[in-house]
């Protein structure tokens, strides 16, 4: 009949509607979750913190301070992370 049919349109439609709205709520979370890019970028900044050291050294260059060298001790917790998430003079674990 016809309830049948706009009860099951509704139910797809409420699917959809929650699925969506838990897509929105993890792009949204700063950290962790599906969508999550932090230790990428760590690994990256890590990389190229490297690079940079190993450039000014073969130029002659004074070495660059890495960028978490440069942070403010208040801004960098006891377990060595800062608040957003970059870890302060150490590697990530994720080396290979």
């Known amino acids: ?16 509607h929650v699925l ?4 929105i709520q993890e792009l949204w979370q700063a950290s962790g ?5 932090d230790e990428v970028l760590q690994q990256m900044v890590f ?3 490297e690079e940079l050291e190993l450039r000014s050294r073969a130029s002659g260059l004074p070495p660059v301070s890495p960028l978490s060298a440069s942070l403010p ?6 377990d060595g992370l800062t ?3 970059l870890v302060a003079g150490r590697a990530t674990g994720l080396e290979l």
């Not at 001790?73 to 006891?78: D, E, F, K």
């Open 20 to 23: 969506v709205l838990r897509i």
């Open 33 to 37: 979750g599906v969508f999550n890019v």
């Open 47 to 49: 990389g190229l913190e």
């Open 1 to 16: 009949s016809i309830l049948t049919l706009q009860s099951i349109l509704f139910a797809f439609l409420c699917g959809a």
């Open 83 to 85: 608040p957003w998430g």
């Open 73 to 78: 001790p208040s801004s960098i917790r006891a």
